[in-house]
């Protein structure tokens, strides 16, 4: 994983979503990355809180830090 010092203007929410959308998306259980704005909040969004995904969770709110990170438990959305 790249170190992220956010400095200067890349230290922004959507930058951050960004940045974990690439090192996390379609590992441990995740398969979606959005934003809250109101609350300067990254989400992610997972069917399921798996071991795995516990144990990356403090590198998921180094990353994102100084915003928050929400977990969002809800299933995939399926193709019809």
């Known amino acids: 994983m790249k170190n992220n010092s956010h400095n200067g203007a ?10 974990v959308q690439d090192a996390f998306l379609g590992k441990y259980g ?7 704005s109101s609350n300067n909040t990254v989400r992610l969004y997972t069917s399921e809180e798996s071991d795995d995904l516990k144990a990356a969770m403090k590198s ?20 019809h």
Do not use: Q, R, Y
Not at 60 to 79: D, Q, R, W, Y
């Open 60 to 79: 998921l709110e180094l990353m994102c830090a100084p915003f928050s990170l929400e977990l969002v438990i809800e299933e995939e959305p399926k193709l």
């Open 30 to 36: 995740i398969h979606g990355v959005g934003i809250k």
């Open 10 to 19: 890349d230290h922004t929410l959507s930058n951050v979503k960004k940045e």
